[in-house]
């Protein structure tokens, strides 16, 4: 059943079938856009768009810290790798006397 749910026995006969919107009727369940009143919901509405202006305009924000973080963690990376390879030519070239001595 597609809103519901079916009790089934042993012998795979159906006992119950129950329908889920008959017992949110009998409930008393009503629907959350309908109790609150057409104000409110155009209040809703208009909150909904302005958070998510100000969620993606955090988000943008982010994503630039993020970008500035990324660029000076490689401008760092690539200074760390320059001095290594100025190290590493400076050792070549003291093994490289050594050895002709």
């Given at each position: 059943?597609?809103?519901?749910?079916?009790?089934?026995?042993?012998?795979?006969?159906?006992?119950?079938?129950?329908?889920?919107?008959?017992?949110?009727?009998?409930?008393?369940?009503?629907?959350?856009?309908?109790?609150?009143g057409l104000?409110?919901?155009?209040?809703?509405?208009?909150?909904?768009?302005?958070?998510?202006?100000?969620?993606?305009?955090?988000?943008?924000?982010?994503?630039?810290?993020?970008?500035?973080?990324?660029?000076?963690?490689?401008?760092?990376?690539?200074?760390?790798?320059?001095?290594?390879?100025?190290?590493?030519?400076?050792?070549?070239?003291?093994?490289l006397d050594?050895?002709?001595?």
């Amino acid at each position: 059943m597609e809103n519901g749910f079916n009790v089934l026995s042993f012998n795979e006969g159906s006992i119950l079938s129950v329908n889920l919107t008959n017992i949110q009727r009998s409930c008393g369940a009503q629907d959350r856009s309908h109790s609150l009143g057409l104000e409110k919901d155009e209040e809703i509405a208009k909150n909904l768009k302005k958070y998510k202006a100000e969620d993606q305009d955090v988000s943008m924000l982010l994503s630039e810290k993020d970008r500035e973080k990324h660029r000076m963690l490689k401008n760092e990376r690539n200074k760390w790798v320059n001095e290594w390879e100025q190290l590493n030519e400076v050792e070549i070239k003291e093994i490289l006397d050594v050895s002709e001595e």
